[in-house]
């Protein structure tokens, strides 16, 4: 690695202040699982590296009138096993869950591994599906930014130069609320080549779905919702004939946008975007997300 | 660009200078001696580099020396301090060894999750030990090790066996 500095600012104020004076010269580490390997192969060069762990308070999970409030420090292992986010928004969790190992996730952060930005993060399609908002602080103002405008591109955010992300909110889904996160990987520790996050509201009366939410991972260049997969499933009646499943995942893969590489083709990613939306629709009218064993 | 470090290793406090850039990894093998540490793949996939931080396991080669800043950590070598820990018991009887060389990762694992979760199901067990990588064993002696720790640890408590 090329040498560089280490600076621990003890405040976001002095954090942003640090950012803006080195720019593109400096890096932020949040648990460095990422920003390790961009350094140790040399992809990344800074100068200077900023920690925020000396600042406090920036690994909190807490419920704010109607929101789950996520730290940008906490870890996914705190997430994955947190009392809090089980009970209300369990599918971020499961995403949580299914990053790395044990051992990467007692390190890798939410907030880190949404700025890195990668069209894999297992951290995105949940949130997508949520409609989270993060919030960010610059050396003078600060903002909240809708996750679905947070991504801009293959690891590049919304975040301008001096700013941080200083939390990510979650309105807690309505009562009657069914989710779930899938991913497709080569190993048991493997980023997604496929990830899937499906949110649906079932009205007890009239047993429809709505408020559908299919946000897909490592398909396009930034994690994505796919609106016209959602439109094939808003309103459909979740008892009798499940044929219009069926579109839905059509729909979900039409839309993606997969590449070829060393992980997955074009065609086989695809595939995987219309199995995982199906297996994803049936846990969620079976009201089993977590269920083990093979597709309805 | 030095820091002055100060952690706690296997139960030592050290007071370091460290360039910024040093990986913990290498600190604890270079500057420290300690060999268990072990360096893979270099980048968190293969487990041979775990240490317990504040009784959690990590990933020492992607952790820089100063994010370790007024840690405990806890090395191989520091289960062994009093006697072999009743994890590098179980690994000996069971054959759970072949080369050695995963071996201080998956004990240190195993360690974390049986500190966090005494009497683990083998799936458990098995995702726990998940990312740590062995060539020589198949992993079933491995799982059946931690399995027999966690077993005689209830039977010692009392538990349902």
């Known amino acids: 690695m090329r040498p560089f500095e280490l600076l621990k600012p003890e405040s976001i104020g002095e954090c942003c202040s640090l950012l803006a004076e080195h720019g593109d010269r400096a890096k932020l580490i949040a648990g460095g699982t990422d920003l390790l390997i961009f350094l140790k192969k ?22 704010v ?39 990467i996730r007692n390190v890798a952060t939410l907030g880190g591994n949404l700025c890195n930005a990668a069209p894999s993060a297992d951290g995105a399609p949940p949130l997508l599906a949520l409609d989270a908002r993060v919030g960010v602080a610059g050396p003078v103002t600060s903002r909240i930014i809708p996750l679905d405008q947070f991504f801009r591109g293959p690891g590049e955010t919304a975040l301008e130069r001096g700013e941080v992300l200083t939390g990510i909110d979650i309105p807690i889904p309505l009562s009657g609320s069914r989710a779930v996160y899938l991913k497709v990987r080569r190993t048991a520790t493997d980023i997604a080549l496929v990830g899937v996050a499906v949110l649906l509201v079932v009205d007890p009366e009239h047993r429809r779905a709505g408020h559908v939410r299919i946000a897909l991972g490592a398909v396009a260049p930034t994690p994505m919702r796919s609106r016209r997969a959602e439109d094939c499933a808003e309103g459909m009646s979740i008892d009798g004939d499940r044929g219009w499943v069926e579109e839905v995942a059509r729909a979900a893969a039409e839309e993606a946008q997969p590449i070829s590489d060393h992980r997955a083709s074009v065609e086989y990613r695809r595939a995987m975007v219309a199995f995982l939306v199906r297996e994803a629709m049936h846990r969620l009218i079976e009201d089993k997300p977590n269920c083990e064993g093979g597709p309805a | 660009m030095k820091r002055r470090l100060h952690l706690q290793v296997n139960g030592e406090d050290y007071f370091l200078d460290v360039d910024s850039s040093r990986l913990l990894s290498d600190l604890l093998r270079d500057e420290l001696g300690l060999m268990g540490v072990k360096i893979g793949c270099g980048q968190g996939e293969c487990g041979t580099c775990t240490v317990l931080m504040n009784g959690r396991a990590v990933r020492s080669c992607l952790l820089l020396a100063g994010q ?26 069971h054959f759970a060894v072949q080369c050695g060389f995963c071996t201080p990762g998956m004990i240190l694992m195993a360690k974390a999750l049986l500190d966090e979760n005494p009497s683990p199901t083998e799936g458990q067990v098995r995702e726990a030990l998940e990312g740590t990588i062995c060539r020589c064993t198949g992993y079933s002696k491995i799982v059946d090790a931690v399995l027999a720790v966690a077993r005689v640890s209830r039977n010692e408590k009392g538990g349902a066996g």
């Open chain 1, 42 to 63: 040399r992809l990344l060069r800074p100068s200077h590296v900023i920690s925020m762990s000396r600042i406090p308070g920036l690994d909190e999970i807490r419920e």
């Open chain 1, 65 to 103: 009138q109607n929101c789950i409030h996520i730290g940008p420090l906490a870890t996914f292992r705190a997430i994955e096993t947190s009392e809090k986010m089980r009970r209300t928004v369990p599918v971020v969790a499961d995403g949580a869950h299914q990053v790395g190992s044990v051992a």
């Open chain 2, 68 to 93: 370790a800043e007024g840690s405990r950590i806890v090395t191989i070598e520091g289960l062994s301090r009093n006697g072999l820990d009743p994890l590098q018991r179980a690994f000996i009887d």
